[in-house]
């Protein structure tokens, strides 16, 4: 079994779920960067985002185990099927369209699971009309500080960077028996049955590297994604989550200590049962986001509604400024350059691009 | 410019310096970047993007992000893109790419091709535009207008279209976005914002609209306003993915929403609450109305020979009735607003007239808080705790295109309008109601007008035009810019298409019918559909638009950019059954197989994004012009929408020659010659490349001032984009009436506040008060709520519709990478209650009828669906349902009578403003599950 080396520093994401519209566009982004849609990664998304409450993906997840138990002793966990991973579809385009048939065909999916996929239940949410509720989760891979996919590993294949603390699997030596999706609480580890490896968010490395901010943050229209050191007190992250302490883990009972952070949702005022507005009254039930981000999430709410406050009373709050982003570098912590800056230099013999 | 080589590299483990760490690396590699953003109808778009390519193939895009803080204290606009923009690259290669020139080889629809030559398929294609010409005339060649492919498509691949004289059809009109109560209130729409103005808003209700799902690259600035101390209400009758992010959900029955607004407006009434300031400047509601005849008291009723444009108003100063001013500038007056008075007429006798305001106040009696609750379903304390906070707040109402699809949306945003009229809420930065805003972008659209290239000839077009405007106002001060551009827009001027599709419907489609059957109108109007026709027409109101007749319907049909068959309301099947029937030659120039592709005669390649030069049409909202650039070659023998053009006007003039036609009459008498044809149209070859005609019209725009001096294409290329300095000539523009400030947000209507220029309506200011025989007959003189005909038939479920996340006008509807991001097919969401009572189960198909058609599609059951609602988002490739039956076929596609009106202010046909068109909202269907 692995052992968790460490690291200096640890890189954390915050996403703020009043500002995360459920776009996708951190899904996509990442899709089309790193598994894209080769044989083996058709349905593998790294990054999802989910309707909360909801199933999610893979298909009730927070219930296939993984993590540790409250003492540290490791929670038996079990992978999930590729029916509750879903997608992966191909379509019949070619039938449709010069197969000479007509309206008699019409395009559908001719491969993959047929009742679910990433975001099958988008929108959907609980409660009861007018008093619905929902919100959208983005997930990825938490690059946990403990862990458990790490110490699950048989084959030492997954480690933790020193310089930054993403949790990586060394596709070369990873034998693909998925003792680490098994070990994964959030289910974030995908397997490539193709190439008999598991895969996962690698924390956009290759761009960390360069100075450059994942993808899923940097292109994250909704402006609802925040990315740096846990340990930079300039860093929106670090102020999100260690100043203020309304950044916070997903269920944090799962004992992982997770580097992925939540600012929690608000939500319109309920109506009374004869129509009118109940302008105390709480649409979500504060039970149910304490059973996704424990008991702090109060306290995290109720800081943020206090600074809310003190807006239209013409008040500063610094906390609001971080979160409104005047400017949107500003998310990105250190890893604010440019992509399209860098110039690759072609070998010419080899014709690879360094 | 760096070098990988000079950041930090891997220090850390020396595991990411493994074989499997390069394969990662590998892939996020590139050895061109090129900026470039996606041309398509996703209003605003222009979000400007970094393409990544490698070995020849685009790898990738990125948003560039490069946008600098517009105004200090308000958030950047970085980084505008959405996920569909994130995956282009992978519809560059998507599985319905079309490469080559495509002949039908079976039926209609079939879907049996053979793939042919550019010469074979343009010979064609040329004689049968002859032969249509031959029979009748140029006319008879309709190139529909449409909203996708940026500027190659809405104005480049127009040209053919313009020179020649056929009929190219009012794009806004093609697609519904027209919003008639903004018209009829302000004679204008253009009352769009920059977005980054929204973070100005302290109370923002988004109404009728689900920004989150429209305007994702841009909806950060209401999340930013809320934190910033401002509030979000969002009106709606599902619980929208915009309302989930709101202070407040106003749950409201689907199309009462005029009912809510009018009793708003009682409240504010009720309470002192109206900016009585405001309304005596900016409104009509001052202007004096006499109570015999309900008609505005016009100078042509108190002196022989006066004028029936000239109103009149009580002066409480002076105490006297006073002519009204032809601007907003009252010049001391103080309009009374309430009163009743004697007029004294020409021919010596009185009668009584009160301001329009009484009118208001006594149309508000019925919408009492009580009892619009009862149409409405809105709590009454609820309702006057909304009018309060607009009354305090600074408010902007967003509103999108719903209201202006529905059959009784003009009396929605007339009602809504009213609302932020009597707060004073429009003119000054964060409110406002938000309109369609297109233009600033000229140049290209100068083209098919310029005797030849060069900026010369563009200086002395625009001082000529300039003279021509100078003069007008010296004449006239009263009139602006605006009016004088709407009224020669009228005439035929600098638009983007010049003719109503009304009487292609009518006549062509089979809409006659349709129009005519008294269960889709109003069960109030007085008469039946076509009498209103008749009169129009004998009239004069529709005179130049009456075409195509019945004897010479259209014979060739172009569809560039578009999907009709998609998109017509009413469906396919009015399309298919009497159009498709009557035209001789479809040609559709498109980069994928739509279905309107699959039921042409020829499907003829175009360049994909990436793979052309082009800009989007610009909008306000954004306010940049940003590149599309080339960045690789086409595909296969693709080509872009104006060389595909071009190829066709060349082989126009060939089979002209060889068949001796070379000349051709257009309507107006005027000769077009064929033989030359392809050398005018590119003024000699000058303008024959994509790169020659859009570094021309880039600079065209520099010397008309939309663009900052010096900016040509190349300049673009390094910049990427550029923000707009002028709104330049356009009517869609100057409607926007405020400066172009280079550091601050753009706010609408600020020429009216601050200036005291008037409005562009008959009574020059913003009028509620429509005085036209058609409306008195109504009873819509003033807004009001009405019941909408039941649209599909008395079914007990009513479709809402919208923008769907994961889609641009259904060209993602077909792609693999958006199509994974939903359930892979399209899906009805029906309320959980509705579904239990039918027995559905989420996930089942489910069959939507009405009594025009039948559809199958998957049921999302979720309780954010209101009772007896059926949400059903648009844009969906018809051929994704069983024997492609799509929602369209159950819309019925009728039009409201009154928007037929004409010879009255500004109620007259003005492309892109005033006109019929077809309604999809509020369709009345039943559901069962499918077998």
Known sequence: MGNVTQSKRQLAWVFDLNKCIGCQTCSVACKVLWPGEDPGTESMWWMTVNTQPGRGMPRDWETMGGGYYADGRPKLGRRPTDNEIGGGWEFNHDEVQSGGRGRDAHLHAISGNPSWGMNWDEDEGGGQYPNSYYFYLPRLCAHCTRPACVEACPHDAIFKREDDGLVLINETLCRGDGSCIEACPYKKIDFNALRGVSQKCIGCFPRIDLGVAPACVRQCPGRAAFVGFLDDENSAVHKLVRRWNVALPLHPEFGVEPNVYYVPPLAPSPLRADGSVDETGERIPPAYLESLFGPAVHGALATLKAELDKRPRGEASQLLDTLILYHWKDALGHLDRDPAEIIWSREPDKGDLR | ?931
């Open chain 2, 1 to 931: 410019m760096s070098r990988p080589q000079d950041a930090a590299r891997d220090t850390s483990s020396n595991l990411t310096s493994d074989a499997w760490a390069d394969t990662y690396r590998d892939k996020w590699k590139w050895d061109k970047v090129t900026w470039g953003t996606h041309c398509v109808d996703c209003y605003p778009a222009n979000c400007p993007y970094r393409v990544f390519v490698r070995d020849g193939r685009v790898v990738r895009e990125e948003q560039a992000a490069t946008f600098t803080t517009v105004e200090p204290g308000v958030p950047d606009m970085n980084p505008t893109g959405c996920q569909k923009g994130a995956a282009w690259s992978r519809m560059l290669n998507g599985k319905d790419r079309v490469k080559y020139p495509l002949r039908r080889a079976g039926e209609r629809g079939e879907g049996r091709w053979k793939r042919v030559s550019w010469d074979e398929a343009t010979t064609e294609i040329a004689d049968a535009m002859l032969d249509a010409m031959e029979e009748s005339g140029p006319r008879s060649i309709l190139r529909p207008g449409t909203t996708e492919g940026g500027i190659q498509t809405i104005a480049l691949a127009n040209n053919i279209f313009l020179r020649l004289g056929a009929t190219v059809s009012d794009v806004l009109a093609e697609v519904s976005d027209i919003a008639p109560g903004l018209f009829i209130t302000f004679g204008r729409y253009g009352s769009c914002s920059s977005h980054d103005d929204w973070f100005h808003s302290e109370l923002t209700l988004i109404w009728a609209n689900n920004p989150t799902q429209s305007n994702i690259s841009t909806v950060h600035y209401l999340t930013e306003a809320r934190y910033n101390g401002g509030e979000t209400i969002t009106i709606a009758p599902d619980y929208s993915p915009s309302a989930i992010h709101s202070n407040q959900f106003v749950p409201v029955r689907i199309g009462s929403d005029a009912a809510l607004a009018l009793s708003m407006c009682r409240v504010l009434i009720d309470e002192n609450l109206v900016d009585e300031a405001f309304v005596r400047e900016q409104t009509d509601l001052g202007l004096l109305v006499r109570t015999d005849t309900s008609r505005f008291l016009r100078q042509c009723d108190v002196s022989e020979g006066g004028s029936d444009e000239i109103f009149h108003l009580f002066d409480t100063r002076t105490g006297r009735i006073t002519e009204a001013p032809r601007t907003l500038d009252l010049a001391g007056l103080e309009p009374a607003l309430e009163g009743t008075y004697r007029a004294t007429l020409k021919d010596g006798s009185a009668v009584e007239v009160v301001p329009a305001f009484v009118r208001l106040r006594r149309r508000l009696e019925a919408y009492a808080p009580e009892d619009a609750s009862v149409i409405c379903g809105v709590h009454p304390e609820h309702i006057r705790q909304l009018a309060r906070k607009v009354a305090r707040k600074r408010t902007r109402i967003i509103t999108g295109w719903t209201t202006g699809k529905s059959y009784h949306g003009d009396l929605m945003e007339r009602s809504m309008c009213l609302v932020i009229a009597l707060t004073g809420n429009w003119g000054k930065k964060g409110c406002g109601i938000r309109g369609i805003g297109a233009g600033m972008f000229d140049g290209p659209y100068l083209q098919s007008m310029k005797p030849q290239a060069g900026q010369q000839v563009t200086e002395f077009m625009f001082l000529a035009e300039e003279e021509r405007i100078r003069e007008a106002l010296a004449k006239d001060p009263t009139l602006t810019r605006e009016i004088l551009m709407a009224q020669s827009s009228s005439e035929g001027g600098l638009t983007l298409g010049a003719s109503s599709p009304f009487f292609f419907w009518y006549n062509q489609c089979g809409y006659r019918e349709v129009f005519n059957n008294p269960s889709h109108n109003d069960p109030l109007m007085k008469r039946p559909f076509d009498d209103y026709v008749k009169e129009a027409l004998e009239k004069g109101w529709w005179k130049g638009q009456e075409h195509p007749t019945v004897e010479h319907p259209h014979r060739v049909f172009f569809n560039i950019g578009g999907n009709p068959l998609r998109m017509q309301r009413g469906g396919q099947r009015m399309l298919l059954e009497h159009l498709w029937p009557t035209l001789h030659m479809i040609v559709t120039l498109d980069f994928r197989l739509s279905t309107t592709a699959l039921y042409s005669d020829f499907v003829l390649p175009v360049a994909q994004h990436h793979e052309k030069t082009n800009f989007d049409y610009s909008v306000h909202d954004m306010m940049n012009l940003v590149l599309a650039d080339k960045a690789v070659e086409p595909q296969g023998e693709s080509l872009s929408e104006y060389q595909v053009t071009l190829l066709i006007a060349r082989k126009l003039s060939q089979r002209a020659v060889a068949r001796g036609m070379l000349e051709v009459k257009k309507d107006d008498g005027q000769i077009v010659r064929l033989d030359t044809f392809y050398e005018d149209l590119t003024l000699n070859g000058a303008l024959a490349e994509d790169d020659a005609i859009l570094d021309e019209a880039v600079r065209d725009s520099a010397v008309m001032g939309t663009l900052p001096p010096g900016t040509t294409l190349a300049s673009l290329r390094e910049t990427g984009w550029v923000r707009f300095t002028g709104l330049g000539a356009a009517v869609t523009s100057l409607a926007e009436a405020s400066d172009v400030r280079p550091d601050e947000t753009f706010a609408p209507f600020r020429w009216q506040t601050e200036k005291k220029e008037p409005f562009p309506t008959l009574t020059r200011r913003a009028q509620f008060y429509i005085d036209h025989e058609w409306f008195l007959e109504a009873g819509e003189e003033l807004p009001m709520h009405k019941e909408a005909p039941a649209l599909g038939g008395n079914h007990p479920l009513v479709v809402t519709s919208g923008h769907p996340r994961a889609g641009v006008n259904g060209m993602h509807s077909t792609d693999r990478t958006m199509m994974a991001t939903g359930r892979g097919k399209p899906v009805a969401h029906i309320n959980d209650g509705d579904a239990a009572a039918r027995g559905i189960e989420n996930g089942q198909d489910i069959r939507i009828f009405n009594d025009d058609a039948a559809m199958v599609i998957q049921a999302r059951v979720t309780p954010t669906a209101r009772p007896g609602q059926v949400v059903l988002y648009s844009g969906f490739e018809p051929y994704l349902f069983p024997e492609w039956k799509d929602f369209a076929n159950l819309e019925t596609g009728m039009v409201k009578w009154l928007h037929l009106a004409g010879g009255y202010g500004h109620l007259r046909y003005r492309p892109l403003l005033w006109q019929p068109v077809p309604i999809d909202r509020g369709v009345h269907v039943e559901v069962e599950k499918a077998c």
